[in-house]
């Protein structure tokens, strides 16, 4: 690892793990407000007259919670970093491998059955919004507002402590810029974020709650795909930690 400095290390670990804890957290800190006005709001985009309505919650959407889904790689990584702080190498190059393996297959299962979920979810608001008059309305009673603003403070939070994960990883060695695993995981979440982002201020209100679930849809795919390198990766190391157990086995009996 070279001139390795550790506080710094820790100090990435813990940012990236806030991230997470901050997008699997955003369920419950955007949402549930009341959306009366809004809903009233979004059916006048569509000349539709609601009147008084009450007992209606803003829906948290899932683009954000599903960042973790690809956040949480970056976390396992930089764990994994952090690992050779207090594991000698040999043992550390046995355990990597199985761990990384039962991972990547825990988050390939994962990834699989939220892509499913979200795309379901994705299906359902369109053809709901595309089925006037009930349809539509029956879509705006559910979707039909978003915590716009909300979503934007925790994306923004998020993407600073991304900025400030990557400068930690540097500051602790500056030879992780060379790893181009790492560094092409870095530009994947930060792009991630800025997309949802994106989505979110592109079109009127009335349709944000749908270019967010695509956003998810999106996340599990690459999520999915992050998961298949980690599986892929894991293999040559499980390969070579039984190789070398072999081999010192041998010597032993000789």
């Not at 670990?13 to 959306?35: C, S």
């Not at 909300?150 to 930690?168: N, Y």
């Amino acid at each position: 690892m070279g001139e390795l400095r550790k506080p710094f290390l820790l100090l990435a670990l813990f940012a990236i793990a806030l991230v997470v804890a901050v997008e699997l957290g955003a369920a419950a800190l955007t949402g549930g407000g009341d959306a009366g006005s809004a809903l009233r709001g979004s059916a006048g985009q569509l000349g539709v007259e609601l009147g008084d309505v009450g007992a209606v919650a803003e829906p948290s959407g899932r683009g954000t919670g599903y960042l973790a889904l690809i956040d949480v790689v970056a976390l396992w990584t930089t764990g994994l970093f952090a690992l050779s702080l207090v594991l000698p190498d040999r043992v550390q190059g046995r355990v990597q491998g199985v761990a990384t393996l039962v991972f990547s297959i825990v988050l390939l299962l994962v990834s699989l059955v939220l892509l499913i979920v979200a795309f379901v979810e994705l299906t359902v608001m369109v053809s709901l919004f595309l089925a006037p008059p009930f349809g539509t309305l029956a879509y705006l009673a559910v979707w039909g507002f978003f915590p716009v603003d909300d979503a934007a403070v925790l994306l923004g939070l998020g993407l600073l402590l991304k900025l400030v994960w990557g400068g930690l990883l540097l500051a602790a060695q500056p030879r992780f810029a060379r790893n181009k695993g790492l560094v092409l995981l870095a530009l994947t979440t930060l792009l991630c974020t800025v997309v949802l982002q994106f989505l979110h201020g592109l079109l009127p209100v009335i349709l944000v709650s749908i270019l967010d679930d695509l956003g998810a849809v999106v996340f599990a795919v690459v999520a999915l795909i992050w998961a298949l390198v980690l599986l892929v990766g894991s293999i040559p190391a499980i390969v070579k930690a039984v190789r070398t157990t072999a081999t010192t086995s041998g010597r032993t009996v000789t």
